[in-house]
């Protein structure tokens, strides 16, 4: 299948003028990108980088088909009870690969295929309205998805579903309405999904949460949905394969971290925006979002010394967010890096009809079509900012499919990984967040959380004098 | 109706540490800010800043207001045809005022209100499936928003939808299927409403499209959907009442602005993370988003000078983004200040049930409720915050209502004038966009534009050793 393009003309010095980057940066860079493909390829596949394989992984992509071609036509509805990585892969999927109104069809207009809901937040309102007003029990689906089966907000929802489904349909019918996707051996889900018999998935060890979208987190929902996962995962070996090449200049992932560490440390421009130009794309910017954050921000480096690092990665959307954000983008501080996503061919054409061709002002559009329209716009905002002196970059998909999408992820997987290493930090922990779990522990009165309560309980109250 | 509040305690240095605001700072500030607030309620209503006024205009609301009871029951769907400001508003009351499913809920169960689609983008994917396999025509109302009539996303939508009409339902039945926001006497589509006799409203020349959401621009579509119009606007002249004072101390608005300003000027954090913790709010941080982001992105102060300022806003959600973005927040560079949106009460209480008691790890959540969590992980999350040495905001909304969401609304609206005051610039206009609209109507092939797109053709071609 064709390759998806990235092309980096815009971020160049020479192109775009003092704010942008010299090409003897990159040249200078490139032995230390070689190094840094070198180390990861040599450990693909070893402590946390098990996502490097998942592309080629064969059991389980064999058992999930398997298990979507069995519960064809069963099941009305389907949710998955996850949050982060256990969720933002499959809402990118959804978005890309589904139809853009799918949850909204009947039945027959989804051609029998589920509808998919990704419970990605606790919010209560909006959990009972899905559960009363939306979902049928009898016919709905529970994917639930927590590696350690400690996830607070899963694991409440898990408990909300799991009664639901015991006293409406009777303990019997538990493993008919809920699957399990957690660890192999270890976690608090997993026993449970043993002693329930569910059907249930692992998420290797080495696979940390926002590198999951590839493995059973990803894929079960999407093939539960019709959605083609071989053509995903041969996306991801293509791009995998690509970006095997020590090359600076024919390895697109080394490319693209090469360009945004070098504009967040040399140009102090460490905002990185991913502007998608197809309303199917929209949410792997999301994804992305968490990929880029997650991974590289982070308070010690490597050596343990204080680095307080971490580019921050934007959501927006073309051409909706040239009305919003590009104002900002083209004038405000030049800290930016954009990247636009757009795609060669859309899945249809729609013209736009021939009317008020007296109107000046719009009467020009008229007889042409929504295509070249968005395409012009994505063409004009680009020249707008390069001729502003604006970095950006731009991603090009041959079509919004299955395959271009394993690619896409896989770019910006290996891309995160080897901006690891040029930052020199570990891209796979998250020790920022423990806090906040220990925090949440303690106010709702977990067992062994008792000291942490106390210490919250005795914080110093607010100054009423600052609140307004 | 009890006010929204707003707690700055944490982001003072007295509380979180060096990287926070020193009160002193205020204090200094705050003569400036008294002096922004009398130049802006001087001048309230004059030139730009019409949005003043709006919680207080009387016209067009009954005029809006009979309009929709005179509808009640007659549509199926509402389509708005609007992009940036003229969309953002209305999507953020969708989300916070329908039912969280709402558009999936049969007639019934959406108690005769008409569904709300908001179109604004010109995919031509999701445009061809809304309309081929979501709406009947025969029981759509478009409304179609542009102050100009020359925003080329909107009306080749319009374009699209009025030739569907008239070649379905015929031209005599155009009327009762288009209604036409736009300027009162000028631009491209005032011409053609009255011409067309469409019902028609104005967006008063005073009033830019990023403060229009209480114009009949947010109004006629939340009117059509049920919402209590009314009571957003108490809501804003509540908030208009309290941002009237010129103590910087018992100014919300000011007091928001001052933070932001004090932050991005004196300690280098440019980035404001809006985090609402409710579904129903998600929303609003688009809103928000575009408001911050288009008023204060600018490349020259009032004296000409250049300056190329701009907080740049970032939308989270809680407690989603706890899995995606906290890490960052917490452990990356001290460049944000993060406000987090809270509620005193969810409108229903959700039990967590009580199963799974013998589990470590998960029996303390059983019989306790999500709404307990979902405010324990806000407190916890602001916690580590603090801990961290980050600024942090907490707004707390009474409930998710119309009165809240007019405080919260018209809070932002006065926050950013007061903001464009400290940065002396020009909140309101948006000179950085025209380049690639320029680019947009040359590429289109517009009549006039024709030097433009030579321009554009002859730019130099990209070097192909940077496509990858």
């Known amino acids: 299948m064709p390759n ?8 160049l010095a020479n192109r775009i003028g003092i704010n942008g980057i010299k090409p003897d940066w990159l040249k200078k860079i490139e032995p230390k990108a070689k190094e840094a493909i070198k180390v990861l390829q040599k450990n693909r596949g070893k402590e946390m980088t098990g996502w490097f394989e998942l592309p080629h992984e ?25 949050i982060g990585g256990s969720a933002l892969g499959t809402i990118a999927l959804r978005s890309a690969l589904l139809h853009p109104y799918h949850n909204m069809l009947d039945r027959q207009m989804r051609k029998g295929q589920p509808r998919l809901h990704i419970m990605d937040n606790i919010d209560p309102v909006s959990m009972e309205h899905l559960f009363e007003d939306v979902i049928d029990i009898h016919k709905t689906l529970f994917v639930v998805i927590s590696k350690s089966g400690a996830t607070a907000e ?26 399990a996707i957690t660890d192999a051996d270890k976690g608090f889900l997993r026993p449970i999904a043993e002693e329930l018999g569910l059907e249930s998935y692992f998420i290797n060890d080495d696979v940390g949460g926002r590198f999951s979208v590839l493995s059973p987190v990803g894929l079960l929902p999407a093939a539960l949905c019709g959605m083609d996962v071989r053509a995903l995962l041969t996306g991801a070996a293509q791009m995998d394969t690509r970006c095997k090449t020590a090359s600076l200049y024919k390895n697109p992932a080394a490319m693209y971290a090469a360009i945004h560490y070098l504009a967040d440390t040399n140009l102090k421009a460490p905002l990185s925006v991913m502007m998608p130009y197809a309303s199917g794309l929209k949410d792997v910017a999301d994804w992305y979002c968490q990929l880029w954050a997650e991974s590289l ?4 480096n490597r050596k343990g010394k204080v680095v307080n690092v971490g580019p921050t990665p934007i959501k927006a959307v073309g051409v909706t967010d040239q009305h919003s954000q590009v104002q900002l983008y083209t004038e405000g501080p030049y800290d930016k890096v954009v990247t636009f996503i757009g795609v060669d061919k859309f899945n249809l054409k729609l013209p736009i009809p021939q009317v008020f061709k007296e109107v000046e002002g719009i009467g020009y559009l008229g007889g042409q079509n929504f295509n070249k329209l968005m395409e012009a716009e994505r063409r004009a905002t680009q020249i707008a900012l390069s001729d502003a002196g604006r970095m950006n970059l731009s991603i090009t998909l041959p079509k919004i499919d299955a395959n271009s999408l394993g690619q896409l992820f896989f770019l910006f997987e290996v891309a995160t990984a080897i901006a690891g290493e040029f930052y020199d930090i570990d891209a796979y922990n998250q020790p920022g967040v423990e806090a906040g779990k220990i925090a949440t522990y303690a106010l709702m009165g977990r067992k062994g959380y008792e000291k942490e309560a106390k210490k919250i309980a005795g914080r110093k109250a607010a100054d009423k004098k600052y609140i307004l």
Chains 1, 2 share one sequence.
């Open 58 to 82: 064969k059991e389980q992509v064999k058992k999930i088909l398997a298990s979507a071609r069995r519960k064809r036509g069963k099941y009305e509805d389907i949710v998955v009870l996850g």
């Open 4 to 11: 998806i393009r990235v092309d980096c003309n815009e971020v």
């Open 154 to 179: 899963t694991m409440s929802q898990f408990m909300l579903a799991f009664e639901l489904v015991e006293s409406c349909l009777g303990e019997r019918n538990l493993k008919k309405h809920l699957v």
């Open 297 to 300: 921000g982070k308070a010690r």
